[in-house]
């Protein structure tokens, strides 16, 4: 079983910064966490990809967040954060984490975290 558990949403001012952070567990070992992504949702609107980052530590970010927001993993791996810096309020979203987990090498599935709201004040 895979759970992923995202944190650090928050209420902040614009211009300011919050760090998330998605820490995946599973039961047993032979599990392992390639690309994870941070997807968010603003009411009324699709979902989007955020910043993605895989085992290797390449990366890419949406255009609207480039040079504010950066991707990183835990030296575990398990564990994946967003740097958000020069907020905006049109940032303002429920973040999600997401994973492609494999077994053992082989694909196992694609998870989602519950998310975590991040407001942006004017």
């Known amino acids: 079983q895979v759970q992923l558990v995202e944190s650090g949403g928050d209420l902040v001012q614009a211009g300011g910064s919050l760090r998330l952070s998605c820490v995946v567990s599973?039961?047993?070992?032979?599990?392992?966490?390639?690309?994870m992504t941070w997807y968010r949702q603003a009411p009324g609107k699709q979902r989007e990809l955020v910043a993605g980052?895989?085992?290797?530590?390449?990366?890419n970010y949406a255009e609207s967040v480039k040079g504010r927001f950066t991707i990183s993993r835990g030296n575990a791996k398990n564990t994946v954060y967003l740097q958000m810096n020069s907020l905006k309020p049109e940032d303002t979203a429920v973040y999600y984490c997401?994973?492609?987990?494999?077994?053992?090498?082989?694909?196992?599935?694609?998870?989602w975290g519950q998310g975590t709201q991040v407001t942006v004040s004017s």
């Open positions: 599973s039961s047993g070992s032979g599990f392992s966490f390639k690309t």
């Open positions: 980052i895989t085992s290797s530590d390449d990366s």
């Open positions: 997401n994973a492609d987990v494999t077994y053992y090498d082989t694909s196992y599935g694609n998870y």
